[in-house]
């Protein structure tokens, strides 16, 4: 059994960078003090904001008590990334809050390669935390820069507004329902995807970046489309016209049935993908940001201004391909009500 | 049964400064964008560093299960706040993740004024969270600004160095004790002050921002003296000796047996006083800002060097007041052992 002390230092704070032997082939921190002391320090650069976003995952809620521990270091991190992403900052530290039920070191050395594996790809240094004993549970907190006046805001959607989404939405939800044993793939490749897609989410920060000064309105889709579509519609006043048909989703998704599919699509969370809102003007560029990520950009509506100012509730009108309205009731993710 | 996003507006973003409704009479919030979207924005004055800690505090671990969720509200924020203090760093903003087994109005009620109470005597505005159901866990994340360089850091104790503690020590072990059933105290305004310890404790936000530039190391005692003082020495490469007999302990702690004050004023967790190291020269200085700031502050020992290169870890030597060795192997609090 290992002590706190020893475990912080062992699993976290040698592959913290500010905790690298001198000597290192580390890279140079921007933490002016890192992990090791009661508070790190950091200085941000002139002209930046400072973007900061918290995330909490729980087992039993937002993962499985038997999920790898290397996808879940990975998601747990990858989680947050996705709120810097969205806002079209650029990730640069994180603290690290752990509850664990006990020190086990196979878990910790393979939760904290996950974590570390993802961080170092974001060059996303880890500068503090905390570790006590208790039911699993994973709080990061994340720091990015962005500079002042260009974060993609939630507020910032506007009347004739095209809607757009990255990459495939549903995956994540339909991989969920194979684990609950919901329904069944029986294609094994398309069953890993939708599995991975739940398990090891990528955060779409590059594409958060090339939106800054493209996109208006921006967020990341964590409990599902219609949820947190209507996120930007409540801050920004407005109203959605949505072809659910346009919504795209993967090959494994779409050999599901079309109740399964289109509400895993619409309504599914834990995807991680962007939705945005831009003028018409921008419609090329937006192409052009597409093909160089390397990311699919999907076109599925349009913001509308809400006619009737005494109206109480900014909503989504979805119809499909053909125009026909359609009678969706989706709701976001809520965690405490069953989803 | 109130849905997160309910729950998260009524008890948390409108107490949180920039969600204030335009004309309410709400200080202005420091943060360029608050709660409500993908990250908080802030933007930290020139010049200065930004401060950053982060706590994790679990039931059956930190606090029992039918604590005061006004008390456990206040606790949360200000064991955070103690961080800052000991880097004497001035508090501006925090972040909360809260899981919850339920959304219960009455326990989010209690637990949200007392979290409040406390920022905003501190002037310290919630800009962002996370809020999920699960075993109850509460991670908190505070912002603090320091001037570069004048941070209070654990590693710059020298040789010759007073060590200082503020206020006394103890109380808050001998009130979890009282819990537990290990002691009992007969005065009833004794055994409420040692609760009272244990269950609020008091930042020290204002003496570690009179300390920069007087003390050289500090941190704060979360953890036991003998525990956290050795952090102090780890880092500074340093020993210490220390006069057990000169600790200071409420006339509710010396009441109690002689071998329990001892070992909660040297070994107990949960105090939240400074611990500092200065050169004998501030010793009047020292003295002033404890008048000052009325917060009894105490000279127990002397920082000395490591006398011998090849001596293995740094350590403390404990004497009585009449100089005699005292054989203690005190550890400090460790989350994965029992205390």
Redesign the interface.
Known sequence: ?????S?IERFFARRARSGSPPGEAAKVSRA??GI?????????P?GQ??????????????FFADVDPHALGHKALAVNLS??A??G?APHAF?????LP??DEQWLAAFSDGLFALAERFDCEL?????????L?I?I?V??D?P?GA?L???AARPGDDIWVSGTLGDARAGLGLLRGEWDVDDEAAAAQLKCALERPEPRVALGLALRGVARA???ISDGLAGDLA?ILK?SHARAVVDADAVPVSDALAALPAPVRRTCALAGGDDYELCFTASAEARATIAAIGERERVRLTRIGTIEPIADASARAPSIAWHDRSGAPLPLTLQGF????AD
Chains 1, 2 share one sequence.
């Open positions: 059994m290992l002590s706190e002390f475990l002016a003090l090791g002391d009661d508070c790190a320090l950091i200085v941000p002139a904001q400072l973007a900061i976003s918290t995330d909490m995952l729980v087992e039993g809620r937002h709120d810097l969205a806002m900052a603290t690290l809050a752990l509850a006990a020190a500068i503090g935390g905390d570790t006590t004993s208790g039911p549970n709080c907190t720091f990015g962005v002042g974060a805001r939630r507020d921006a967020l990341d996120h801050r809520d965690h405490f009500h």
